[in-house]
Nanobody, 124 residues
Framework: QVQLVESGGGLVQAGGSLRLSCAAS????????MAWFRQAPGKEREFVAA????????DYADSVKGRFTIYRDNAKSTWYLQMNTLKPEDTAVYYC?????????????????WGQGTQVTVSS
């Protein structure tokens, strides 16, 4: 069974940085398009960032553009979300997701596998 294992969440002060990682248990899964989503308490899961299979195309939610960077290491079947200049409103559980194909989408239904989530808390 395919597993996506996230790491890197934690507690950070506003203005700080964190890097999230997502590793796929199977190499073939790790070479597909992937995305990061987040879900705050009482809110729906929302799109954060996505990257194509090749890594040549990325997309970001307006709320994180210029602060977050998504990138990948296909050799390690691992993806990353570098989060800088964090704000209290970034507090949420962050999920990585994989689509078994080359392209990404902003909708949750597009993705075939999901990680278990990692908590990011930004204090003011």
């Amino acid at each position: 069974q395919v597993q996506l294992v996230e790491s890197g969440g934690g507690l950070v002060q506003a203005g700080g940085s964190l890097r999230l990682s997502c590793a796929a248990s199977e190499r073939t899964v790790g070479t597909n398009a992937m995305a990061w989503f987040r879900q705050a308490p009482g809110k729906e899961r929302e799109f954060v960032a996505a990257i194509s299979r090749s890594g040549g195309s990325t997309d970001y939610a307006d709320s994180v553009k210029g602060r977050f960077t998504i990138y990948r290491d296909n050799a390690k079947s691992t993806w990353y979300l570098q989060m800088n200049t964090l704000k209290p409103e970034d507090t949420a559980v962050y999920y990585c997701a994989v689509h078994l194909g080359a392209t990404f989408d902003r909708n949750t239904y597009w993705y075939d596998y999901w990680g278990q989530g990692t908590q990011v808390t930004v204090s003011s």
